[in-house]
């Protein structure tokens, strides 16, 4: 059963960051690929990025890119969502997901989600 818990959430000042973790368990996440995607109140879920667990490769939405940093801890099957000059449009609540980087499809596993505020 694969398990994914966001944590690190929480009120920060516009300008200020924050650094989300999600940390899985219940297989190997060697082939997978871990993305973050956020959505705020009245607007549709929106992917914010992802990183390639083996190989680290990154990958992250126009409005994020330059100011957040995804990265992983093998060692403790960590992945992490640093956000640096954050805006109040950055707040919703944030969700980590997995799925198996050949899959075409959707992510298939998902947290719970971590609320992200941001205060102008």
């Known amino acids: 059963q694969v398990q994914l818990l966001e944590s690190g959430g929480g009120l920060v000042q516009a300008g200020g960051s924050l650094r989300l973790s999600c940390t899985a368990s219940?297989?190997?996440?060697?082939?997978?690929?871990m993305g973050w995607f956020r959505q705020a109140p009245g607007k549709e879920r929106e992917f914010v990025g992802a990183?390639?667990?083996?190989?680290?490769?990154?990958y992250y939405v126009d409005s994020v890119k330059g100011r957040f940093t995804i990265s992983r801890d093998i060692a403790i099957n960590t992945v992490y969502l640093q956000m640096n000059s954050l805006k109040p449009e950055d707040a919703a609540v944030y969700y980590c997901?997995?799925?198996?980087?050949?899959?075409?499809?959707?992510?298939?596993?998902w947290g719970q989600g971590t609320q992200v505020t941001v205060s102008s």
């Open positions: 990183i390639k667990w083996n190989l680290g490769n990154t």
């Open positions: 997901a997995a799925k198996a980087v050949a899959s075409e499809g959707p992510f298939d596993y």
């Open positions: 219940g297989r190997t996440f060697s082939a997978y690929a």
